[in-house]
C-alpha cells in the first residue's frame, strides 16, 4: 500500500507524456466512446423495434435506428483525427447554441432589471466566442485540450511522487 503513489504516479507521468506528444488522443478516444454509444444505441433501438408488435412499429424508428448503427460504423472506422474533429465540432455547436440561448436569456432578464443580467450576458459572449473558435480550428483546439489533459497528468504524477517521498523518507 506505501508504493501505491509511487506506481500511480510513474503511471500518471508516463501517461501525462504519452498524451503530450499525442495530444489529440484524448479526443479521439472521446469520440471512440461516443461513436461506441452511437453504435450501440442504434443496435438496441433495431431490436427494441424487432421485438414490437405491428401496431407500435413506427417506420421513422426503423429508419432512425438504422441510421444510428451506419453513423455509429462509420465513426468507429473514422481516423483519431476525424474522431477529433467530429467531437470538437460538435462541442462547437453546443457552444454556440448554447451561447445563443443565454444571450437571448440575457436579454430578457435586463428588460425585466433582474441584477445578474450582465453577467449572464457575458458568460454568453464568452461561450460564443469559444464555440466560434472551436468550429474555425477544431485540430488546434482538440491538441491545446489534449496538452492540458498531458499537463494535469504530469502534475498529478508529480505530485504522488513527491508524496510517495515525503511518506517513505
Not at 65 to 91: H, K, P, R, Y
Not at 128 to 145: D, E, K, V, Y
Given at each position: ?159 504522488a511522487i513527491y508524496t510517495f517521498t515525503r511518506i517513505n523518507y
Open positions: 500500500m506505501k508504493w501505491f503513489p509511487l506506481v500511480g504516479g510513474i503511471i500518471a507521468l508516463l501517461a501525462g507524456f504519452y498524451l503530450f506528444i499525442n495530444p489529440v488522443t484524448v479526443v479521439a478516444t472521446l469520440g471512440w466512446f461516443i461513436a461506441l454509444f452511437i453504435f450501440i444505441y442504434g443496435i438496441s433501438n433495431l431490436v427494441r423495434y424487432l421485438q414490437a408488435d405491428s401496431y407500435h412499429r413506427s417506420p421513422w424508428y426503423l429508419v432512425q435506428s438504422i441510421l444510428a448503427v451506419i453513423f455509429g460504423i462509420i465513426l468507429l472506422s473514422s481516423s483519431a483525427m476525424s474522431l477529433s474533429n467530429t467531437v470538437m465540432t460538435i462541442l462547437a455547436y453546443w457552444l454556440l447554441v448554447s451561447g445563443i440561448l443565454r444571450l437571448l436569456g440575457g436579454f430578457q432578464m435586463q428588460k425585466i432589471n433582474f441584477p445578474g443580467a450582465k453577467s449572464y450576458k457575458r458568460s454568453a459572449y464568452i461561450a460564443l466566442i469559444l464555440g466560434i473558435i472551436l468550429l474555425i480550428q477544431p485540430t488546434l483546439s482538440a491538441a491545446i485540450i489534449g496538452r492540458f489533459v498531458a499537463f494535469i497528468l504530469i502534475a498529478i504524477g508529480a505530485s
